[in-house]
């Protein structure tokens, strides 16, 4: 099936940061693929801005090789890339100086969509918004997209919202959470707002629990000081567990709309339990012998106690999810690089077949990466003539093979997400007060285990984490699902 492609209108989007890591790997691939597939326009203007010395010649060859090295090889063919070149220009702008300001200024468009997207530091941010505003590029077309991290706790995340507020209302700002720009994720809401089948279900009569699992093979790699700082926790449950748990447990909203949905999702949050002490483990990884550094060489720190690692137990206390337990876990350095989220459906209530023919529960496995896809296992007989035996098996949509052309990925997020923005659809954007709550659910769980001078449990890399994080499963009568790629 090949997905329709509606244009969007011609737009100018400055990428501060332009140079850095994210602008090279996801940002101009993901622009260049959308221009590759006929949605950005060539008369759109993405302008690099960074302190780096260099004229627009020369960032073209750069991004022609982070193209060349982040994008499939197919997409590169026809003069395509060519063309894609031709809309980039580059400004040498310092987010805290004078200097390459007016420039920028002037190589704006009138009339159209100005996207801001701040690829830098989360310190430079306010610096940012004041100077665009002090420029005079801030129309009632503008909008800035902010990256991750949003604040290091309740209080910074409100300052930060307070200091944009100052120069841009809260319908220009789009604080991105890419997993939320996940083919699944938006499949995850159609699969519960676009089908009756799963929704009458949907609830602690028949959710046994819930399982998100975030898993990553890589450690800390480069961001060693600022990742000491966070833990897993800052970095990952506060922002994309939470919201992929609020996806999971949000009532319907009335319609698809930005504010109606981040309405429903927020209720989540304010509905979440604290979390127990007992009901949480902390890890951090050791050395892979040979191989890989542990966690504590990696970031330079030989005492350091932040977490590489956390699996907790919350739940949704409303009357949906009464009784029925949220299940959480991220890490790195472990077995395999895997993000799924597991709904485990309770046993039917009786068995006609009788113990020999064993009871299988309903489970619903929404896979985010890698093979991007949805799973339903479903209860069937076992083949054969051996008697009335059940087995699970799996009904499998993989939207690779479902939906893409032959051997074509999903859109990546940002991809997507930069459309979002051009297009003005604040849907998959985190608001304001969403990112508050989840750092008032999350800042108490870190003050409480700072008080008790808690130390994360070691872990092997390779491994799937710290066993207390088995118990934690087992002393409910349950247990993890398996990190398979
Ligand atoms: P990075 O590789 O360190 O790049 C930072 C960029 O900011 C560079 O282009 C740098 O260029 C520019 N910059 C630094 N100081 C500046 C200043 N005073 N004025 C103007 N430009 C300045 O960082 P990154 O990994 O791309 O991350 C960018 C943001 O995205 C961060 O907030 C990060 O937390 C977030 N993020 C990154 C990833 C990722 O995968 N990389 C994922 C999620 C979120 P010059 O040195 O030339 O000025």
Request: a negative charge; aromatic letters at 8%; glycine letters at 10%.
């Amino acid at each position: 099936m090949v997905s329709r492609v509606i244009p969007v209108e011609p737009f100018d989007l400055v990428i501060f940061g332009g140079t850095g890591d994210l602008a090279r790997r996801k940002i101009l691939p993901g622009l260049f693929k959308r221009y590759c597939a006929g949605q950005m326009p060539d008369t759109a203007q993405v302008i690099g801005a960074a302190r780096s010395p260099m004229d627009s010649d020369a960032y073209r060859a750069f991004v022609a090789e982070a193209i060349r090295e982040f994008s499939p090889s197919r997409f590169c063919e026809n003069g395509a890339l060519d063309g894609f070149l031709a809309c980039l220009e580059y400004v040498v702008v310092d987010a805290r100086g004078t200097d390459g300001w007016d420039e920028l200024a002037q190589r704006l468009g009138p009339d159209r969509v100005r996207a801001f997207y701040f690829s830098v530091g989360p310190g430079l941010f306010g610096d940012l918004a004041e100077r665009i505003h002090l420029h005079g590029m801030a129309t009632s077309e503008s909008r800035i997209v902010v990256e991750k991290p949003f604040g290091h706790d309740l209080e910074t995340a409100r300052a930060l919202n307070a200091t944009l507020a100052e120069h841009f209302h809260e319908g220009q700002i789009y604080r991105i959470d890419h997993y939320l720009g996940k083919e699944t994720v938006q499949n995850l809401m159609a699969i519960r707002f676009g089908n009756v089948l799963f929704e009458p279900l949907w609830n602690s009569q028949y959710v046994d629990h819930i399982q998100i699992t975030v898993a990553e093979t890589v450690g800390v790699g480069g961001r060693g000081e600022y990742y000491d700082r966070a833990g897993a926790m800052r970095d990952m449950v506060q922002n994309h567990l939470m919201q992929l748990l609020c996806l999971i447990a949000m009532e319907p909203p009335a319609k698809f709309d930005p504010d109606a949905v981040r309405d429903e999702k927020l209720k989540v949050i304010r509905a979440l339990d604290p979390v127990e002490p007992h009901h949480i483990v902390r890890g951090q990884y050791g050395a892979l012998d040979g191989e890989h550094p542990g966690y504590r060489e990696a970031v330079g720190n030989p005492r350091s106690t932040t977490e590489s690692y956390i699996a907790l137990k919350t739940h949704v206390s409303n009357w949906r999810w009464a009784g029925t337990p949220f299940y959480l876990r991220t890490g790195k350095r472990l077995k395999a690089r895997s993000s799924v989220i597991n709904v485990m459906f309770k046993d039917a209530p009786h068995s006609i077949f009788g113990p020999e023919a064993g009871r299988h529960a309903n489970l619903l496995s929404i896979r985010l990466q890698p093979n991007e896809g949805i799973t339903l296992k479903v209860t069937i007989k076992e083949p054969g003539p051996g008697g009335m035996r059940l087995v699970d098996v799996p009904l499998d949509m993989t939207f690779a093979d479902a939906l893409g052309p032959e051997g074509e990925e999903p859109p990546d997020a940002y991809e997507r997400l930069i459309m979002d923005v051009i297009r003005g659809n604040q849907t998959l954007f985190m608001r304001g007060d969403e990112v508050e709550a989840a750092w008032a659910w999350t800042d108490p769980i870190i003050g409480g285990w700072q008080a008790r001078g808690e130390v994360p449990k070691p872990y092997d890399s390779g491994s799937a984490g710290p066993d207390d994080a088995d118990l934690l499963m087992k002393r409910d009568g349950r247990a993890w699902r398996g990190i398979t790629p």
